[in-house]
Antibody, heavy 122, light 107 residues
């Protein structure tokens, strides 16, 4: 069974960057399709981006393009999500989640990290 | 972008009641629709994949149905531990999107 353990809460000033980590155990990162989802306080879930199996590349939601980078360090089985030029609207809990395909071409999010609270405040 | 609209936004229900939550997609998504449960202060958990397939370990009172644009999550015999927010999620096309959530309160 996959376990995803994320880095701890962080506080950043507007304009700064944040890097959240997601350590995988139970599987190797290279066997997984990692995605990132965020949730602003009291709000719903928002997909930020992830690994596109069809293209073999990472794909980002248009809203975050140019501001987000998702990378995977396979030797340490750790995924990272960096978000730059933070504003107060980026205050949220950030989740990593693994995508799983079966016979269908569609994937679902099977395992989730515990979440990392990022607070952006001056 | 595919928009998912859930109804209701909120429902107050009594134990043992049957609950139905609907999710409507702005265009056809086949069976690329999944349901998650999020208990307060916890991560989302997968309940139903591909519209109607129960995920491993999920209680049998949870079931899903639908295809195309209209989907339903049903809880038969609600239990107190089911107090949570429920989200639908489509992976038919990028960008992936979620419904706005349905919060269930147990009376």
């Amino acid at each position: 069974q996959v376990q995803l353990v994320q880095s701890g809460a962080d506080v950043k000033k507007p304009g700064a960057s944040v890097k959240v980590s997601c350590k995988v155990s139970g599987y190797t990162l290279s066997e997984l399709y990692m995605h990132w989802v965020r949730q602003a306080p009291g709000k719903g879930l928002e997909w930020m981006g992830g690994f596109d199996r069809e293209d073999g590349e990472r794909i980002y939601a248009q809203k975050f393009q140019g501001r987000v980078t998702m990378i995977e360090d396979t030797p340490t089985d750790t995924a990272y999500m960096e978000l730059r030029r933070l504003t107060s609207e980026d205050s949220a809990v950030y989740y990593c989640a693994t995508g799983r395909y079966e016979t269908s071409a569609y994937e679902y999010f099977e395992y989730w990290g515990q979440g990392t609270l990022v607070t952006v405040s001056s | 972008e595919i928009v998912l609209t859930q109804s209701p936004d909120f429902q107050s229900v009594t134990p043992r009641e049957k609950v139905t939550i609907t999710c409507r997609a702005s265009q056809s998504i086949g069976n690329g629709l999944h349901w998650y449960q999020q208990i307060p202060d916890q991560s989302p958990k997968l309940l139903i994949k591909y519209a109607s397939q129960s995920f491993s370990g999920v209680p049998s009172r949870f079931s899903g149905s639908g295809s195309g644009t209209d989907f339903t999550l049903t809880i038969n015999g609600l239990e107190a531990e089911d107090a949570a927010t429920y989200y639908c999620h489509q992976s038919s096309s990028l960008p992936y999107t979620f419904g706005q959530g349905t919060k269930l309160e147990i009376k």
